[in-house]
Antibody, heavy 119, light 108 residues
Framework: QVQLVQSGAAVKKPGASVKVSCKAS????????MHWVRQAPGQGLEWMGI????????SYPQKFQGRVTMTRDTSTSTGYMELSSLRSEDTAVYYC????????????WGQGTTVTVSS | EVVLTQSPGTLSLSPGERATLSCRAS???????LAWYQQKPGQAPRLLIY???SRATGIPDRFSGSGSGTDFTLSISRLEPEDFAVYYC?????????FGQGTKVEIK
């Protein structure tokens, strides 16, 4: 079945980086965009950016530009999100999600990866 | 950047009642690019509605979406126990996706 399986929880110190993976299965990886969305404890959803697995092109909101990098490995159908210069406010659950055409909705989501930033 | 404002913040209703959730945009949104999601505690969001009014695969017909321009609505005709959750609207425009802050539908 179609699914996105994310890497496990991570605990990082302030200033460090974290890289979360999202492995796709059950569909053609390069036919769907991949988003990253995060959710701080008790808060709403925040969009972090998008990657086109077909050509690797990315788009990030201004808030995360310079601090987030999204990549993909088409040989393993896996997307990656790396966030650098971590601070306590980055403590959140990070989700990957796919979208077939920009604007038509994120129809499949990963299970989420908890990232805790603490000294 | 388009800001989405959802109201009310919390909706207290009983099973069987109708729920009406609002999502207002700071500037006009193409209807094709407005979606609604449901999220239950400890779970990932689930796509309910895309294109403002089209139900996603497997979504019951008690869920419906409407609206255009800057005002959009998600309606749940008769609340089932499993519908008590947080609902988010989301829009796409100018290569940017944004979410509303969410509306919690709780049992009265």
């Amino acid at each position: 079945q179609v699914q996105l399986v994310q890497s496990g929880a991570a605990v990082k110190k302030p200033g460090a980086s974290v890289k979360v993976s999202c492995k796709a299965s059950g569909y053609t990886f390069t036919s769907y965009y991949m988003h990253w969305v995060r959710q701080a404890p008790g808060q709403g959803l925040e969009w972090m950016g998008i990657i086109n697995p077909s050509d690797g092109s990315t788009s990030y909101p201004q808030k995360f530009q310079g601090r987030v990098t999204m990549t993909r490995d088409t040989s393993t159908s896996t997307g990656y999100m790396e966030l650098s210069s971590l601070r306590s406010e980055d403590t959140a659950v990070y989700y990957c999600a796919r979208e077939t055409i920009p604007g038509l909705g994120m129809d499949v989501w990963g299970q989420g990866t908890t990232v805790t930033v603490s000294s | 950047e388009v800001v989405l404002t959802q109201s009310p913040g919390t909706l207290s209703l009983s099973p069987g009642e109708r729920a009406t959730l609002s999502c207002r945009a700071s500037q006009s949104v193409r209807s094709s690019y407005l979606a609604w999601y449901q999220q239950k505690p400890g779970q990932a969001p689930r796509l309910l509605i895309y294109g403002a009014s089209s139900r996603a695969t497997g979504i019951p017909d008690r869920f419906s979406g409407s609206g255009s321009g800057t005002d959009f609505t998600l309606s749940i005709s008769r609340l089932e126990p499993e519908d008590f959750a947080v609902y988010y609207c989301q829009q796409y425009g100018s290569s940017t996706w944004t979410f509303g802050q969410g509306t919690k539908v709780e049992i009265k």
